[in-house]
Structures are given as structure tokens and as C-alpha cells.
């Protein structure tokens, strides 16, 4: 079976620095992807790791070590407007299995 | 370029009615998605087409569940007869040929089972 793995809540201030974990139990794992939704919206694609290491996008980082079935997403100099929530999805062959999603609560 | 359009927005029922879900996806997406969002819980996939193929529909719940995907463009869910669990959002997503890994959602229809 395929489990994922994230914290239910995190809160920071406004400038900060946010690591959002991510663990996974899957068979036929290709690759990490993460997702933000805002209240109401669809969820909208952030970043995809397919190797371990770092990706940067901007003030967006994601990180993937295979070895360790473990991810992160690393957000910088948090804006209010970063507040949603972020989902962790992995990517077996043909599809993506999310999980319940981390909602970052971002406060002046 | 429009996105991923769903309609209704918002559907309220009561059990035991039937209801259908539309997805129309981005243009020349082959790969399209459903999921399903119970409140507080993960984004749950439901099934994929790949044009008018379902490549996988293990996650549909049961045989109250039906998708189809005329001439691989736009998607119906139709969910017959509703019941209260049924309540949650749905998502459609699509994709172009090479992944799943980069999808494009849709606004979601927002389903409430009374």
C-alpha cells in the first residue's frame, strides 16, 4: 500500500524560513511533487523531484533523499499570501497519491 | 489558454439522488484525473483517463461510482444513488502525455449529501 506523511498544522511569522516534512511508504515510487491550495482554490503545482537533492524555484525549495523515503519543502521570507495548504504527493508510474495536507498559518 | 474547468461549483442533494459531475480539461491534455477531498483529509485519487481509456480506477469507492470520457475531451462522475459520505469536494486534474507529475486542477465541485 502507499501512505503519506505530513504535519496537520505549522505557524510562522511573516519573513521566516517554514520546512514543511514529508515521509512515504510506496511501491513504484518515481518521483516527490508538492502542491499549494489556497482556501476554496485548486490545488496548484509548486515542484517536482525526481533525483535526491535540492530544487530551488524562487523562495520555494523542495528536497528529496529516495534512500530515506523523505522530502521537505522549504518556503523563505514567508508573505502572508503563503498561507494554504501544502500537499505532498508521490508519483508511482501512471498516477499521484496525495496526502491530507499541511496548513501553514502564516502571522505578521 | 483556459484551464480546467468543473461544473457545478456547488451541488447539494439528498441521498439517494443522483448527480453528475463535469470536467472539461486543457486542450490536448490526454491525461485526466478525479480525486476526491473529504474535509481534513488528503486529496484521495480516484481514477485516470488517458483519452477515452481508464488507465487506472482503483481508487473509485464503489459501483455507485461512474466515469466516462466522451471521445477523450470533457469527463463525467455520476454518483447514483448519493449517499452522506459521498459529501466532499471533487477535483479534476489534467496532463499532457509525458507525466502525471505536473498536473493542472480544476476549481472542484463542492458536494454536499444531505
Known amino acids: 500500500g502507499q501512505s503519506l506523511e505530513q504535519p496537520s498544522e505549522v505557524t510562522a511569522v511573516e519573513g521566516a524560513i517554514v520546512q514543511i516534512n514529508c515521509t512515504y511508504q510506496?511501491?513504484?515510487?518515481?518521483?516527490l511533487s508538492w502542491y499549494q491550495q489556497h482556501d476554496g482554490g485548486a490545488p496548484t503545482f509548486l515542484s517536482y523531484?525526481?533525483?535526491?537533492g535540492l530544487e530551488e524555484t524562487g523562495r520555494f525549495s523542495s528536497f528529496l533523499s529516495r534512500s530515506d523515503s523523505y522530502g521537505y519543502l522549504l518556503l523563505q521570507e514567508l508573505q502572508m499570501k503563503d498561507s494554504a495548504s501544502y500537499f505532498c504527493a508521490v508519483r508511482d508510474r501512471y498516477d499521484m497519491r496525495f496526502g491530507a495536507g499541511t496548513r501553514l498559518t502564516v502571522k505578521p | 489558454e483556459a484551464g480546467v474547468t468543473q461544473f457545478p461549483s456547488h451541488s447539494v442533494i439528498e441521498k439517494g439522488q443522483t448527480v453528475t459531475l463535469r470536467c472539461d480539461p486543457i486542450s490536448g491534455h490526454d491525461n485526466l484525473y478525479w480525486y476526491r477531498r473529504v474535509m481534513g483529509k488528503e486529496i484521495k485519487f480516484l481514477l485516470h483517463f488517458v483519452k477515452e481509456s481508464k488507465q487506472d480506477e482503483s481508487g473509485m469507492p464503489n459501483n455507485r461510482f461512474l466515469a466516462e470520457r466522451t471521445g477523450g475531451t470533457y469527463s463525467t462522475l455520476k454518483v447514483q444513488p448519493a449517499e452522506l459520505e459521498d459529501s466532499g469536494v471533487y477535483f479534476c486534474?489534467?496532463?499532457?502525455?509525458?507525466?502525471?507529475?505536473?498536473?493542472?486542477f480544476g476549481p472542484g465541485t463542492r458536494l454536499l449529501v444531505l
Open positions: 510506496t511501491s513504484g515510487f518515481y518521483g
Open positions: 523531484n525526481a533525483l535526491d
Open positions: 486534474a489534467s496532463s499532457q502525455g509525458q507525466g502525471p507529475e505536473t498536473q493542472y
